[in-house]
């Protein structure tokens, strides 16, 4: 790998752990705060966000599944999977990381 995809896929990887830890802390705060599934829909403004995050979770998965074929990327499953149980802003930086290192190695093959 060339030093720009070396930085490149460090970058990626800061924002998927920025994104993780905080979704993640997000959402326990939410459960331990006694939230319930409705309250995620209550009001315009956590609709918009929900409908907003759910398209965008839909075009990040059909990318990846299109891309990762066409590459032939190993274990393509796990990002789709990580997209629904963990967040699309965790999933779609780890996914490109592994296409950066996907494609590096077929091009210096």
Do not use: H, N
Not at 36 to 42: I, R
Not at 81 to 94: E, G, I, K, R
Request: aromatic share 12%.
């Amino acid at each position: 790998m060339t030093r720009a995809e070396v930085a490149r896929c460090w970058i990626y990887a800061l924002i998927a752990l920025v994104a993780l830890v905080g979704t993640q802390w997000a959402l326990v705060d939410f459960l331990s705060s006694s939230g319930s599934l409705g309250d995620l829909t209550k009001g315009p403004g956590p609709t918009f966000t929900l409908i907003d995050l759910l398209a965008v979770a839909v075009a990040a998965t059909i990318f990846m599944v299109v891309e990762g074929r066409r590459i032939q990327m190993r274990w393509l499953w796990v990002y789709v999977v990580l997209v629904f149980t963990v967040a699309v802003s965790v999933a779609f930086p780890l996914f490109l990381i592994g296409r950066t290192r996907t494609l590096a190695a077929a091009r210096d093959l």
